[in-house]
């Protein structure tokens, strides 16, 4: 297999789209914040800093927006749509997030998705930090993506 951000010499590139068909494209990624019960109870009811999940959400949709500024190879797309799902998790203990990030365009949108998660449960982090600095992003990964020469990728249960 041939990674497509190197060209034939080993120099990394942005790879051109150009000929690539406009289609809608779209990707759905998650991640999970892990913090104890306490933490979670605060991050439900309002922190002293305010609406966590609420900043979380602006936060990961803000994330998804600049992708191209911090993924060095990425190109900057036009967004169609960019949600956010925050859900406290008693059985975690913690905050599932789930980001969905569509375009028209010819490439896809698996890194703004995740991009999108990732910038959010950070911002869950920092928001929640003076209660408890323990707490663990996992599991950031995407679920899906459909559109493009590629096609649908779902992963495995």
Same mark, same amino acid.
């Given at each position: 297999?041939?990674?497509?951000?190197? /060209?034939?010499?080993?120099?990394?590139?942005? !790879? /051109?789209?150009? $000929?690539?068909?406009?289609?809608?494209? #779209?990707? %759905?990624?998650?991640? +999970? !914040?892990?913090? *104890?019960?306490?933490?979670?109870?605060?991050? #439900?009811?309002?922190?002293?800093?305010?609406? +966590?999940?609420?900043?979380?959400?602006?936060?990961?949709?803000?994330?998804?927006?600049?992708?191209? /500024?911090?993924?060095?190879?990425?190109? =900057?797309? =036009?967004?169609?749509?960019?949600?956010?799902?925050?859900?406290?998790? =008693?059985?975690?203990?913690?905050?599932?997030?789930? $980001?969905? !990030?569509?375009?028209?365009?010819?490439?896809?949108?698996?890194?703004?998705?995740?991009?999108? %998660?990732?910038?959010?449960?950070?911002?869950? &982090? /920092?928001?929640?930090?003076? $209660? #408890?600095? *323990?707490?663990?992003? #996992?599991? %950031?990964?995407?679920?899906?993506?459909?559109?493009?020469? *590629?096609?649908? &990728?779902?992963?495995?249960?």
């Amino acid at each position: 297999m041939t990674l497509t951000h190197f /060209d034939a010499a080993g120099q990394a590139h942005m !790879v /051109d789209v150009s $000929a690539k068909s406009e289609t809608m494209r #779209e990707a %759905v990624a998650t991640g +999970v !914040v892990i913090m *104890s019960p306490a933490t979670l109870a605060l991050a #439900e009811g309002g922190a002293a800093k305010g609406d +966590v999940l609420g900043v979380a959400r602006l936060a990961g949709i803000m994330g998804a927006k600049r992708t191209a /500024d911090l993924i060095p190879l990425c190109h =900057p797309l =036009p967004l169609a749509k960019v949600a956010l799902e925050l859900v406290p998790d =008693p059985a975690l203990p913690g905050i599932r997030v789930t $980001a969905t !990030v569509r375009t028209t365009g010819r490439t896809g949108v698996e890194m703004e998705a995740l991009t999108a %998660v990732t910038v959010a449960c950070l911002t869950i &982090y /920092d928001m929640l930090k003076a $209660a #408890e600095k *323990s707490m663990r992003i #996992e599991g %950031v990964h995407l679920l899906r993506k459909e559109g493009g020469k *590629s096609g649908l &990728y779902e992963a495995a249960p």
